[in-house]
């Protein structure tokens, strides 16, 4: 039997800012009051699916009048969560904040509405366009093989990734890796400007204690590096 595919919408007539987005799509997807990230860490986890989104199957969303949202998470908007943030991330990310703050105040970069439409993007190919469009019996290894794209280190390293993903897969399933292949460099969009894997203050002690070095705020030396 076919897996399902989900489909949930958010109507962009009904939010004027970045608070109002994550109440809709919450709504949306777990009902009145319902969470569905409050951030972009958050949502990314969300987006992964479980958390009101079916864990097996596909899911997506419908976003009606998109154009109206877009000018609601415009640069102004994307200033005022940038300068949110700047206020609250831990000193190690701030050189990273305060470069993205002068980009947004140039009118340069993405704003926050096309953020978010990358990360639903990029979630939406990893739940329905890879591990998920293959037989179950390939699921476990496809999606540590997907994994690995997501969590490169930059976009080099996601490429090499999926480089050997489509090595194991591509011959056996071309439909299923062709969902990923084809539209590769939209998926990989974020490396370029988005920071949601900046590090926050808890895995910061996590790498530091594991012997981590940073300067400057950059990570300059991984654990087990130096000895290796």
């Not at 919408?9 to 319902?34: H, K, L, M, S």
């Not at 990230?37 to 969303?61: A, V, Y």
């Not at 009118?107 to 953020?115: C, F, I, M, Q, R």
Request: some cysteine; aromatic content about 8%; glycine content about 10%.
């Amino acid at each position: 039997m076919d897996e399902q595919h989900e489909a949930y919408e958010i109507d962009g007539e009904r939010f004027q800012d970045t608070d109002d987005f994550y109440a809709i799509i919450g709504e949306a997807v777990n009902g009145p009051g319902g969470y569905f990230g409050r951030g972009l860490d958050s949502l990314n986890d969300c987006l992964r699916g479980g958390f009101g989104t079916p864990e097996e199957g596909s899911f997506g969303f419908v976003w009606r009048h998109s154009q109206k949202s877009r000018a609601a998470l415009g640069y102004a908007e994307t200033l005022r969560q940038l300068q949110r943030k700047l206020d609250r991330c831990h000193p190690a990310n701030r050189p990273l904040v305060r470069e993205e703050l002068a980009q947004a105040r140039k009118g340069e970069g993405p704003d926050l509405h096309s953020v978010l439409c990358t990360r639903a993007h990029v979630a939406r190919a990893h739940t329905s366009g890879g591990s998920m469009a293959l037989p179950k019996s390939a699921h476990p290894g496809a999606k540590k093989a997907l994994a690995e794209i997501w969590n490169a280190e930059d976009k080099d390293h996601a490429r090499a990734a999926a480089r050997a993903f489509e090595a194991s897969y591509g011959a056996k399933f071309p439909r299923a890796v062709a969902k990923i292949t084809d539209d590769l460099d939209q998926l990989l969009a974020f490396y370029d400007y988005d920071r949601w894997r900046m590090v926050n203050a808890p895995h910061l002690v996590a790498l530091v204690r594991g012997g981590a070095t940073f300067i400057n705020g950059k990570l300059v030396e991984r654990p087990g590096q130096a000895a290796a």
